[in-house]
């Protein structure tokens, strides 16, 4: 845990500088607009301990398996989004000495991520071997108004010297990713260009033949008139720069710009991306840098005018949530239905930057509230364009029939992970999926989606369901045997109550589903029996009997399902107990007494009763949580959002708050000595949901909107705007009202602690402590 970024409303800060903290600032000061991103880098030479980081998205290499025994059914590869070419580079030299911050002396450091327009900024100034000193003040940003555009605004000054400045500027696109298996550099260089219209390195990936085009525009300016550079010739593989010696007179700074661009064959063909990069930089420096940071503050105004949650009387609070709103939209904007979140979005390798389940079951909450309807149906779209593949893969493991098993970790549709344990029975994640779906149309109304895509997708999955379960003469129910639930540290446990519970439901939802999509488009829906070869009557049957016989594990004493068969086989300790030095335990214990013990790494039985509350009374609900959560250890950042939201909706304002700040710094105070690997983006969606599902205690429920608040302790008042079906309404919630403005043009019904009332445009204050009893 670490305690260095200043807590400020929109900003992040980070004073001073401390070569051991950079590359935990590098991930926490990243920069990305959905279709690439950066770790926050040093534009100048930098010799210290970094993660270099540049990303484009979508674009990945099928890195060979490494694997200690090979097993049947596992995948060839593991998907990696690659470490792209730096477009940023600046090599300094004056009178011939390197600027390198690990080899000066560091002073008014200062690194800030404007969360409200969207830049990040560094100031310092750097005393060389010499005694040189220079002031440094560099800017940059990743447009989100045009997501093929990157900037960057350099300004140096000599502060008691004149002198010769020696500065070349590059793109440098030798990088390896820190995590290739095999050691391998994964980029071919196809062309470079260099002239007036810029400097442009085109590579290729090796196997997936991905062409990327990397093109910058650079700058100077000094005394206001435009410095020329020359081009170098240099032999050096996939590395192109130009350079030009200046002389500086002290205290008389110069600007360098340089405006890029990435752009990939998957979005051009190959042949244009040259001419096309070519556009669109030299269109941006048209614009000039100003223009584009005004564009930028614009585009980041409307999505804090969409999706920002603001909190009175914490300015901590306030700093994370909306670096966690900020990341999640620098991550994914919804435009291309091709990509998706990985667990560290551009700030770091860790993960390959693939798809988990944690897209469905924790970031499309955040997207369907915050952001357009398009955006949350684009998330979907990417699993309905994979569905012959999860159909490939389950005939891999032998499954039949278009039964469909999405995988646990992807980036095409492919399964890229290779642990029997995750790979073959980690299965619960196609439940994940299906629920998606589910939530989806609870949330927007979109029926319309069912036979559109979903539909398919939820045949696929209630088929795998019936070929996954067996028929047990002994409980003479069906049972579920050999999986890993949510909680990773149980392996090939038999009848995991999330999965079967998951099970259950999503072959009783397909059915349903064709059910809908039958009454309302009678046609459609017999092209979709016809292209899945839907036998009607006997699979719906099936489905039924299978979803109403499933076995659930329950433990009639205690009153609570039980999380697998034999789970109170275990020694039965909590975690209260466990001394603070073997903890996590993940680092201190072995993988063998993890597995054999009853600690729990994430909510896994929780998970199911937050998924379907509704199924549940709150006795039920507080005998399992009080039961779950105290063997919790919460070693997976997406752990405890679950159990803020179901401690809130117990009443148990305290505890709901606790498990929210285990989530909300995460990744600005280092709260698992991990942020240097990247940040937790996907968890980020779950501190989000703490605070509006959790202490706003919003639901969908039967097309309306519902809200059961309460006002942490610490705070004077918390307010989240949120999109629901074209309206978008602000709720405020102080101690004892909460104040509702809406965008509405008609009179709408808000249902307040089970009481419906009227909400109309402008402001509408309820006394909700009042409707408490
Ligand atoms: C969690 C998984 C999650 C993955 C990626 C793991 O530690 O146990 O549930 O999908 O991280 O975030």
């Known amino acids: 845990m670490k305690n260095y970024i200043q807590a400020e409303q929109w900003n992040i800060i980070e004073n001073g500088f401390d070569s051991h903290l950079n590359k935990i600032s590098e991930s926490i000061f990243s920069l990305g607009n959905g279709r690439m991103g950066q770790r926050a880098n040093f534009e100048e030479t930098y010799t210290g301990d970094t993660l270099q980081g540049n990303y484009v998205a979508g674009v990945y290499y099928p890195d060979k398996t490494r694997v200690g025994w090979w097993k049947n059914g596992y995948p060839e590869y593991f998907a990696k989004v690659l470490n792209a070419a730096d477009w940023m580079g600046l090599e300094l030299r004056l009178d011939g000495e390197l600027l390198d911050l690990n080899l000066c002396k560091v002073t008014a450091f200062q690194r800030l991520l404007n969360m409200k327009e969207g830049y990040l900024e560094r100031t310092f100034t750097a005393e060389l071997a010499s005694g040189k000193q220079v002031q440094v003040k560099a800017k940059r940003f990743f447009s989100i108004a045009n997501d093929e555009v ?55 990936t090796k196997k997936t033949e991905f ?116 990341q999640l939209n620098q991550t994914y904007t919804g435009k291309d239905a091709r990509l998706n979140i990985g667990p560290k979005g551009f700030t770091g390798e860790k993960y390959g930057g693939s798809t ?63 642990e029997w344990e995750i790979t073959f029975e980690e299965i619960h994640r196609n439940g994940a999926i299906a629920f998606a779906i589910f939530n989806y149309i609870r949330y927007t109304g979109d029926v319309a989606y069912l036979k559109e895509f979903g539909l398919e997708v939820l045949i696929g999955i209630a088929r795998f369901w019936k070929q996954r ?29 999330y999965t079967n519970t998951l099970a259950s439901w999503c072959l009783k939802y397909a059915a349903e589903a064709a059910g809908i999509v039958n009454a309302e488009d009678p046609e459609q829906y017999q092209l979709i029996v016809a292209k899945t070869s839907l036998k009607e009557a006997t699979e719906f049957a099936d489905w039924k009997k299978i979803s109403e016989n499933i076995y659930l594990p329950y433990d009639e004493e205690r009153g609570v399902f039980l999380q697998q068969d034999g789970y109170l086989d275990k020694e039965q300790i909590l975690v209260k107990d466990l001394p603070a030095s073997e903890r996590p335990l993940n680092q201190k214990w072995s993988w063998d007494r ?92 779950g501190t989000w949901m703490s605070i509006v599902e959790g202490f706003g205690g919003m639901r969908v429920k039967e097309n309306t909107l519902s809200f059961n608040p309460f006002l942490p302790e610490q705070w004077t008042s918390f307010a989240f705007t949120i999109g629901f079906r074209g309206t978008q309404f602000n709720v405020k919630v102080t101690k004892d009202e909460i104040i509702i403005n809406t965008t509405s043009k008609e009179l709408v019904h808000i249902n307040i602690f089970n009481k419906l009332h009227p909400v109309s445009a402008g402001e509408t204050v309820i006394n909700y402590k009042g409707l408490l009893v």
Not at 471 to 483: H, P, R
Not at 614 to 623: A, E, G, P, Q
Not at 631 to 655: F, M, Q, W, Y
Request: proline share 2%.
């Open 356 to 418: 988990y389940w944690d897209t469905e079951a924790y970031c499309i909450p955040f997207y369907l509230s915050t952001a357009p309807q398009e955006v949350s149906k684009n998330l979907l779209v990417y699993r309905y364009k994979h569905l012959e593949k999860a159909i490939e893969n389950a005939e891999k493991l032998g499954f039949n029939k278009g039964a469909a098993l999405y995988p646990m970790v992807t980036m095409n549709g492919e399964e890229c992970h290779n």
């Open 469 to 497: 379960v067996n028929w047990s003469a002994d409980k003479k129910q069906y049972v579920m045997l050999g999986v890993t639930g949510p909680n990773e540290y149980e392996n090939n446990i038999n009848n995991n109550w």
């Open 594 to 685: 993890i597995l054999r013990s009853c600690f729990i790494k994430q909510a896994d039985v929780l998970q199911g009763m937050y998924f379907f509350e509704d199924d549940y009374d709150m006795d039920t609900l507080k005998r399992n949580f009080d039961f779950y959560e105290s063997r919790t250890v919460h070693e997976s950042s997406l752990s405890p959002c679950v159990h803020s939201i179901l401690a809130a909706k117990l009443n148990d304002g305290d505890r709901a708050y606790e498990f929210y700040l285990r989530t909300s710094r995460l990744d600005l105070d280092d709260y698992n000595n991990d942020t240097e690997d990247g940040l937790h983006i996907t968890s980020m969606a």
């Open 150 to 204: 990157a900037a960057l605004h350099y300004q140096l000054t000599p502060l008691n010297f004149s002198g010769k400045l020696d500065l070349t500027s590059f793109i440098d696109g030798d990088v390896k990713n820190q995590d290739s298996n095999y050691e391998e550099k994964f980029w071919d260089e196809v062309s470079r260009v260099q002239g007036t219209k810029g400097t442009y390195l085109t590579l290729r």
């Open 211 to 326: 062409d990327v085009i990397t093109g910058v525009k650079t700058l100077v300016i000094k005394n206001d008139k435009a410095v020329e550079l020359s081009i170098d010739t240099t032999n050096l593989e996939k590395y192109l720069s130009e350079s030009v010696s200046i002389v500086l007179t002290e205290n008389e700074g110069i600007d360098i710009y340089k405006i890029a661009t990435n752009l990939s064959s998957q979005n051009y063909p190959a042949a244009d991306l040259q001419a096309r990069a070519e556009e669109v930089v030299n269109a941006a420096v048209a614009k000039g840098f100003d223009e584009l940071l005004k564009e930028q503050a614009a585009a980041w105004a409307t999505k804090w005018q969409e999706g920002d949650i603001i909190i009175e009387g914490d300015v901590a609070a306030q700093q994370a949530i909306r670096f966690n709103i900020f």
